[in-house]
């Protein structure tokens, strides 16, 4: 039986090639949240604070929204001492109506 090759993987952008091998390629699709820690989360499903940058999952953003809502404050990042705040228009589609209406 011969043993498997670790040959690179060719990705061409027209005349230039990118050597990239295959388990680079999959790592690259996945993300870590700070917060939970959690190493195996879809870049997709990970929520990006706009004016910062800073990127978590969605479940800890969820909860510090919560959290933050209902001690009358409203959410910021989620990032240690960063001061940038949440916008409602961001969160709207991870929000519960009684959490939209608490933030409003």
């Known amino acids: 039986m011969a043993a498997k ?3 690179p993987v060719k ?3 027209r005349r230039r090639l990118t050597f990239l091998f295959p388990r680079q390629v999959k790592a690259a699709k ?3 949240c700070v917060i939970c820690l959690d190493q195996d989360i879809d870049s997709d499903v990970m929520f990006l604070v706009g004016s910062c940058g800073h990127r ?3 479940n800890c953003v969820k909860q510090h929204i919560e959290v ?3 001690d009358g404050k409203i959410p ?8 940038s705040q949440l ?3 961001k969160c709207v589609k991870i929000l519960t109506p009684k959490l939209s209406l608490m933030w409003k």
Do not use: D
Not at 76 to 82: A, S
């Open 87 to 89: 916008s409602i228009r």
């Open 11 to 13: 990705v061409g952008i």
């Open 30 to 32: 996945n993300e870590t």
């Open 56 to 58: 978590f999952c969605l």
């Open 68 to 70: 933050k809502l209902l």
């Open 5 to 7: 090759s670790k040959a």
């Open 76 to 83: 910021n990042c989620l990032e240690h001492r960063c001061q």
